[in-house]
Each structure stands twice: as C-alpha cells, then as structure tokens.
C-alpha cells in the first residue's frame, strides 16, 4: 500500500517549505543562543514566533487574524511533519502556544485575550501551567491551592509542582480552589498570575539530565493579590476546563511523537553495525531481535496515528488517538534502552545534553542513557502511562472500574 496526499496538500508543503528556507532561524543561530527553559524564550524565538505570526504559519487551522491560514486538518498534519523534519520549534514556549492561549481564547474575556493570549501568539510573553501540586498530580481535582475574593482582589495561598518554565514565564495560568465545601471537581477556577507579583517564590528543580537548565519548579505563592478580573471562565468550572485545556495539547501530539521514535530508530540502525560487531554471537542474535522489534513498534506507531487522524478528519472518532500517547512514548523508551543495553558499559559515559537551541521532548537528543532517562518525561507528563492505560479500558473496551 502507497500512502500519498492530495496535489493540494502538496502544494500546501511546497509554499510551507520555500517559506521556510527564506524565514527559518537558522541552527547556528539558535544554537548560540539557546532556550535554556520552555518558558525561556531567547531573541531569535521571540522574532520567529512573531514571523509565523505574521505571516499565518503560526497556527496554520486558525484564523489569519490570530496567527494562522484555515488550514485543514491534513494540511496542520503536513505542516507539523514539515517543521519537526527541519528540526525547528514553532515555539520554545510549548505549553503557552499549545494549551494556554488557546485555553484563553476559548474561555477568556476580551481583555484576557488582549493581554495574555495575544502576546504569546506574537513572541512577546511566555506562560506556565500552574495544575499539578505535591498531593495533586494524576488526581488533579484533589489541588489545595487557594484564591480566596477579598475586595476586587483574589488572595492565593498555596504550592505548585512540577510547573515547567516558571523559572522564566511571564504569567502563570493557574488552577485555585475557590470554592472548599463543593465536591472536589466542582470548586475549581482557572486565574492569571503574572509571576512577578509579590508573594511568588519559584525553586528550580535541577533534572538528572542538564542539570545546569532546570526546567521543572515548584511554586510557592503566599498572599499573592491579582485582580479578581483575572478569573478565567465561569467561577468553579475549572475542572471542564481543564479537560478542554488539555485536548488542545492532544490532538497532534502523536504526530512529533512517532517522528521523534522513527528518528531514534534510524540513529539507532545507523550505529548498529559498529555496536552489533562488538557483542558476542548469542548477544548479537538477542540484540537484533530487540532492534527488530523498535522497528515493528515505530511501523506500528505510525500506521495507529494515521488510522486515528482518518478517522477524526473524516468527522468521526478515533480510539486510536486514546492509544497513541501511551504507545509512542513507551516505545520511546525501548528504543532508547535497547540502544543503551547494546553499548553496555560504554552507555554510562553521559557527556551533556546538545542542545540544539530548544527543549522539546520529542527530539532525541543527547546519549542513548539520556535519552532514556529524559524518556520519562514523557511517559509521565500530561498523563503517565498508568492513568492513560485506566482511560483506555474504562472509555475504549468499557471495562467496569
Ligand atoms: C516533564 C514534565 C513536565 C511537566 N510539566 C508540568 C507543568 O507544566 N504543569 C503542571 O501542572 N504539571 C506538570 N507536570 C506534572 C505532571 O502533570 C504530573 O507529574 C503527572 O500528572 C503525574 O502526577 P504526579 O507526578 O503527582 O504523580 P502521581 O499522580 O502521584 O502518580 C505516581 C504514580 O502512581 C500512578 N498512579 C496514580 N494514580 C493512579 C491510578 N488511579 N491508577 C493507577 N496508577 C496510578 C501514576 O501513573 C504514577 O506512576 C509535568 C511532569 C513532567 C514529567
């Protein structure tokens, strides 16, 4: 079978790609200047954010008017496929660009859009995701941080986890209990918190990996005062939010996440030779059988995620897509064990990441050992393996709680 697109869609590409090759930051560039944080965002991201702004790449499905051309689904998946392939970032911001401002422009006031969604769309702010806390993760609805009315004030006391980018984000979008005697999903609201407001304290939280460019922060908020407009949404109707929130992150995730496993893969068979030469006969038969496998899973992968997005762009639904981040991610991390078991004792030599002037998780980047550890990141974030696989039985096989 031949999977090829329509010649509208191909000149979609072509438009995008000779766009690129005139406007794109080039590697150099952005290598010399790295984004050391997702809420980071050095000078040339801020002018390129602003570039596909302008110029309707942003967001290719949206509007002209916010960053994009009313592209198809088909035509956001080329463009997608396009910019990882280049190995460019629409973006370092990726949870400001990917769930919150769109988040404020489904639920926000005029204002909020004004002065919170707009300037992410055009490069001039960065925001963080102010959910999980320390007895708060999987089980968000259980958050205790509070924004209580005093006035035309909220007053929030309280303690965030795991907020990636607070260290450098101008506003978080942070999820408070405003209301402790309803059930938990029903008393939680959605504000924005510009991080330099008194009372914030954010503490890095150094990662195994690139230790030196801490990510991941606690946030400590005591007595923090905003205005009581910066509520986001209805009063207490943070938990559907969140939902709709989350779903702008989930639609095309898979789409970076298969590249980013077939990538692995092809470094993976291009080292093979030199590793495979130095194992013994038995060891060689075992570790080709293990290589073999990544490349049925990374096949695999792709065929589910385009099986998932027929569906959806015909209008239908799509368990697949259910299935896609819990499958790309783990064998994510296969590939990248498998690799790393190969080299044996040569895996421990962890040299520092390459930073190729951006965060994103997708990408493989750095040592086999590093890659495997950094594969965590994604297993775990925007719903670890186990809370995705209770989604598939309960939602797609029905199985009883
Ligand atoms: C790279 C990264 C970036 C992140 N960025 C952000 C961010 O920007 N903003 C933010 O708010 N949060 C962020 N997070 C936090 C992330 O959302 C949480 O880590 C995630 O929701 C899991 O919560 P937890 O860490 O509290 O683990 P827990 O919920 O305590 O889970 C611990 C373990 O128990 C398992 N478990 C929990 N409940 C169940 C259950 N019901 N059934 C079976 N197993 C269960 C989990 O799968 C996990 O293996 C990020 C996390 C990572 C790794």
């Known amino acids: ?68 051309r009313n592209a198809g689904p088909i035509e956001t998946l080329v463009y997608i496929e396009e910019l990882a392939k280049a190995r460019v ?6 949870q400001g660009l990917g769930i919150i401002a769109p988040s404020i422009l489904d639920y926000g006031t005029p204002d909020q859009v004004r002065d919170y969604a707009m300037p992410i769309l055009r490069g001039e702010a960065t925001a963080c995701l102010g959910m999980s806390e ?17 006035g035309d004030h909220w007053v929030i006391n309280g303690q965030k986890v795991w907020t990636s980018g607070a260290n450098y984000a101008d506003f978080c979008f942070l999820f408070c209990r405003t209301d402790p005697d309803a059930p938990k999903h029903k008393g939680i609201s959605i504000v924005l ?8 304290t954010v503490r890095p939280l150094p990662e195994i990996i690139r230790p030196e460019h801490p990510d991941l922060n606690e946030v400590f908020l005591s007595d923090v005062r905003v205005p009581a407009a910066n509520l986001v949404g209805e009063l207490n109707n943070g ?35 030199g590793l495979l030469q130095r194992l013994t006969p038995t060891e060689r038969a075992l570790a080709v059988d293990q290589i073999v496998q990544v490349a049925i899973d990374t096949q695999a992968a792709r065929c589910l995620g385009y099986r998932g997005f027929a569906k959806l762009a015909r209008g239908g639904t799509a368990p697949e897509q259910a299935l896609m981040k819990v499958y790309a991610s783990e064998a994510r991390q296969r590939v990248a064990l498998v690799a790393a078991e190969i080299q044996g004792a040569d895996a421990v ?25 950094h594969s965590f990141a994604n297993t775990i974030s925007a719903g670890a393996s186990e809370i995705q696989r209770n989604i598939i039985a309960e939602r797609v096989l029905g199985l009883p709680r």
Not at 89 to 94: I, M
Not at 134 to 150: E, F, M, Q, Y
Not at 253 to 259: D, E, N, Q, R, T
């Open 1 to 68: 079978m031949r999977l090829r697109f329509d010649d509208s869609v191909e000149a979609f590409r072509v438009e995008l790609l000779t766009w690129l090759a005139d406007n794109r930051p080039s590697p150099e560039e952005m290598a010399a200047d790295p984004s050391v944080s997702t809420g980071h965002a050095p000078e040339w991201a801020r002018r390129w954010t602003r570039r596909m702004f302008d110029a309707g790449w942003l967001v290719p499905g949206w509007p002209p008017e916010l960053g994009g």
């Open 89 to 94: 970032p629409r973006t370092t911001n990726v």
């Open 134 to 150: 320390p007895g708060a993760g999987s089980d968000l609805a259980s958050l205790t941080t509070r924004a209580v009315l005093d």
């Open 193 to 200: 918190v510009p991080m330099d407001t008194p009372g914030i």
């Open 239 to 273: 938990w559907a939010m969140a939902n709709g929130s989350l779903a702008h992150e989930r639609g095309m995730v898979w789409v970076s996440a298969v590249m980013g496993l077939e990538e692995s893969l092809d470094r993976l068979m291009a080292e093979a030779p």
């Open 349 to 373: 030599e962890v040299g520092g990441v390459e930073m190729d002037g951006h965060l994103a998780v997708d990408e493989p980047q750095g040592t086999w050992l590093e890659q495997y550890f």
